[in-house]
């Protein structure tokens, strides 16, 4: 149905106002589920992501979803500019435009750093509840940015019998500041600060690694480390991980092979890909099976996924218009 | 260099304020042949267009530009929607984003109906000045729509010896509005009413055809209707054109190959493209010959590019800091 003033207005939402909508973790896990369902029922219109590149190892990326069981339209249109600490801002930045998709009019402008930051990581914790061992206790968390501290936020809500995550990053700073910040949230998961990949990985039944995504990886993550029956998965592609990790996966699952071989397009996993046993939404959705046995090595290596932004987005406007936030401007 | 407040504010410029930002049609032709002529030169970063369909015939393009030279970059989230006017809303829409180009965030969120509006004619208007021959007189103009008004609005600019604008639509009401609009502004140019396609065509030096875009072509325009030497600008592809008129063109130009890949990619130009002389823009820079002789039929396809809506965008965004126009937003 279109709604009301579509045309002659458009609601503005912050930052604030996006958080202020007051979704939770809660939702967006059902959020992200919801619209990884509609992926894997191949219910959704994706294109994969152009961009341009303004600055050497600068990208800027368009990211258009539509998801009909939500009614969710629009565009993400989000940045990446490492080099930003020089003028004191973040180097991740990005704006949502959401449209009514009966006559395709933007309806809100809202920002996307928030969503961005809290979708990624629920790929990875929706994952888990589909490819961990059901008894894993140990998570091994590798960077401590805000990918990093949103994956410890989140993790704990699903993994039943979570006792310890470790946690690694190059920079020891980032890793008492993350246990400091988040261990009174948790009081019954075990923040642990590690001084290597290794410490990190061994022992571990779940390994994240969030740290750059490299055009050129550095493998530091020796195979051997590895743990019967983990789950790994590497949210900065093969930059850490060795090849014959990759190759001897039981099960290898990627979020979307189109956008995989969009980032091959432009010189990313340069050694390509092991054989998909299927995208992560078609786990979610029922129509591919998941963890079987408990000495599977199951890998699920995500992107994110504009699908994602738009079905989270959709619902935080919706939010927003029933309280009455955000700045309505003329168009 | 980094602007004042970039990443903490962002302008609001709505359709009013673009306009008020004052560039006439001389800029608009002069920032047309700017980013022409960098396009032409390869200084730019354009991947073609990605797109959301919500309904049948809709569409939604993503447009990235980024134009080093005029420090212009940003994307075009515009949409066409036909139906629209069952809710009684124009059929396209659209809204800018631009951003700073050395640290990423956005600068400016603008309205970009009135761009699109400008910038299609304006192309036109440049490839007369290259293809058209010097002594024409006659223009031929089929559609009178938006695109068919800017255009009639445009041409007596850059055709020095135009002494006729003939105009048909399949709504003589349209043409009758058209004129009476426009003729008072256009003393020295008479705009005629035309009954049908032949009566456009013949004896036209140029002829513009500004009608639907249709992704299965019904030719309607005879190729023996058409005059030597004339130029010819499809603004709606091979909608209404015999293939032998493309294909016994001299001189065959599209503004993209990448455009046009994309179109043919998604079920447009079924017949293919002849083969291509040159983009405009590389006649625009100069590197590639325009009309040689008076003999020469030359047909110059566009269907308009990112890189010309930054360009004018980021100008207008300068103009409206300048004189304090617009809204500023917290990000």
């Known amino acids: 149905m279109v709604k009301r003033n579509v045309g002659k207005e458009i609601l503005y939402l912050t930052q604030d106002k996006v958080i202020e909508a007051g979704i939770n973790d809660d939702d967006i896990l059902q959020l992200v589920k919801a619209a990884l369902t509609e992926h894997g029922s191949k219910k959704y219109e994706m294109p994969s992501k152009i961009g341009l590149h303004p600055r050497e190892n600068t990208l800027m990326h368009a990211m258009p979803g539509w998801v009909p069981a939500y009614d969710a339209c629009g565009i993400k249109w989000a940045e990446c500019f490492p080099d930003n600490y020089k003028y004191n801002l973040p180097q991740t930045s990005g704006l949502m435009i959401l449209n009514c998709s009966e006559t395709g009019w933007p309806i809100c402008i809202l920002d996307a750093i928030w969503i961005t930051a809290k979708r990624t990581p629920a790929v990875t914790a929706v994952a888990c509840e589909y490819l961990a061992r059901k008894d894993s206790e140990i998570v091994g968390m590798i960077g401590a940015g805000i990918q990093g501290r949103e994956h410890v936020n989140l993790l704990p809500k699903v993994i039943p019998n979570l006792k310890k995550i470790k946690i690694y990053d190059r920079f020891e ?14 009081p019954n998961v075990e923040l642990i600060p590690c001084k290597s990949f290794e410490e990190t990985v061994r022992g571990s039944d779940v390994v994240v690694s969030a740290t750059a995504i490299l055009s050129k990886p550095e493998p530091q993550i ?94 935080i406007y919706d939010l927003a218009i029933e309280k009455g936030l955000g700045l309505s401007l003329p168009l």
Chains 1, 2 share one sequence.
């Open 222 to 315: 020796k195979d051997e480390w590895i743990k019967e029956g983990a789950f790994i998965a590497p949210v900065d592609f093969d930059s850490l991980w060795e090849w014959k990790t990759f190759k001897r996966a039981d099960k290898f699952l990627v979020d979307s092979l189109d956008e995989m071989n969009y980032f091959m397009g432009v010189g990313y996993l340069a050694n390509g890909l092991p054989d998909i046993h299927a995208e992560i939404g078609e786990v979610v959705a029922g129509l591919k099976v998941g963890r079987e046995t408990d000495d599977e090595l199951i890998i699920d290596m995500n992107i994110g996924m504009g699908v994602e932004d738009v079905v989270i987005g959709k619902k």
């Open 173 to 186: 700073e980032s890793i008492s500041k993350l246990i400091s910040d988040l261990q009174p949230k948790h």
